[in-house]
């Protein structure tokens, strides 16, 4: 597509629960990136890949978020027995390794853990 | 790690009016660009800008990497520039971590 995609766009799920977010890069773009956003704050650095294999993942809280990107494009965000401060909205963004890192964002995805 | 400051917190401009909002970081760059977040959650590439200085229509930012600060100027504001505008920069050992600023919130009134 033109732009990141990212899906769904809101999920609300219960304390304890598994979820998992996904995003669609640019096409063509090989890093992709994952990041939180909470509200009234800066976007929070999570993750990123580079092709199929993580780069960084310095960002990650907890070993209960883990994120995939096994063929290189799509890339899934999996968060373990959510708790209600993983609450936040989580975005995704990709660059051209040549372009400089110049990041193109998705809209994110809402997560709620009641 | 890099420690990003982002300067006002916030702005409230009328139509017209231009600004100049600062960000200050605490190591050298490799990376840095300006995005607008608009109403909707959406970030909206500016500027790429490691150094120099760029314009695009009504918007300019220049960048001081040797004195650790960038500039984002927003001449003639428009009701559509409000939102918040975030400063993310990434360094030369993780160029693709980016940190970000805590962002400044324009309000521009008609």
């Known amino acids: 597509g033109a732009g990141v995609s990212q899906t769904p766009s809101n999920k609300v799920t219960e304390k304890g629960k598994y979820v998992e977010l996904r995003c669609d890069p640019i096409?063509?773009?090989?890093?992709l990136y994952w990041y939180r956003q909470s509200l009234g704050q800066g976007p929070e650095f999570l993750i990123y890949f580079q092709g199929t294999g993580a780069a960084d993942d310095s960002g990650l809280p907890n070993d209960r978020f883990f994120a995939v990107r096994p063929e290189g494009s799509v890339s899934t965000l999996k968060i373990q027995r959510t708790e209600r401060g993983d609450s936040a909205v989580y975005l995704c963004?990709?660059?051209?390794?040549?372009?400089?890192?110049?990041?193109?964002f998705g809209p994110g995805t809402r997560l709620t853990v009641l | 790690g890099i420690q990003v400051e982002q300067s006002p917190p916030d702005l409230i401009l009328q139509e017209g009016a231009n600004s100049t909002l600062r960000c200050n970081f605490s190591?050298?760059?490799?990376?840095l660009q300006w995005f607008h977040q608009n109403p909707w959650g959406q970030l909206i590439n500016l500027f790429y800008i490691p150094s120099g200085t760029k314009q695009n229509g009504r918007l300019s930012a220049t960048t001081v990497a040797t004195e650790r600060y960038s500039l984002l100027y927003i001449s003639s504001s428009q009701t559509t520039d409000s939102g918040v505008y975030f400063c993310a920069v990434g360094v030369t050992d993780s160029w693709g971590k980016f940190q970000f600023g805590a962002g400044t919130q324009v309000v521009v009134t008609p």
């Open positions: 096409s063509g773009h090989t890093a």
């Open positions: 963004a990709s660059s051209l390794m040549t372009s400089g890192g110049v990041q193109f």
């Open positions: 190591d050298s760059v490799n990376n």
